[in-house]
Nanobody, 114 residues
């Protein structure tokens, strides 16, 4: 049973930090490229960051330099460290295997107040 569960969201002031966790069950993330996505109200889901099996990382331009994606294959967890948060970062954040559009988890809400 493949499942993804996101944790760590919350409400913070602009400029503060949050660290999100994505706990995967039913498959080993060690053999998968993983990614974080987000969906703001009235917007489409967008790719935020991705990380290959060897630790190579890519970011959406709007978050580059502020967000860091990482992975712990032994724990089967993917992380997203978010620093210098801005109101426009407010969204529901999801994780998933890259190039897959199913098995989405419930996401975790991030709200950044100005």
């Amino acid at each position: 049973q493949v499942q993804l569960m996101e944790f760590g969201g919350g409400e913070v002031q602009s400029g503060r930090s949050l660290k999100l966790s994505c706990v995967a069950t039913g498959f080993p993330i060690a053999i998968q490229e993983m990614a974080w996505y987000r969906r703001a109200p009235g917007q489409s889901r967008e790719l935020v960051a991705r990380i290959t099996t060897s630790g190579q990382r890519n970011y959406k331009d709007a978050v580059r330099g502020r967000f860091t994606i990482s992975r712990d294959d032994a724990k089967n967890i993917v992380y997203l460290q978010m620093d210098a948060l801005k109101p426009e970062d407010s969204a529901i954040y999801y994780c998933n295997i890259v190039n897959r559009d199913y098995n989405w988890g419930p996401g975790t809400q991030v709200t950044v107040a100005s």
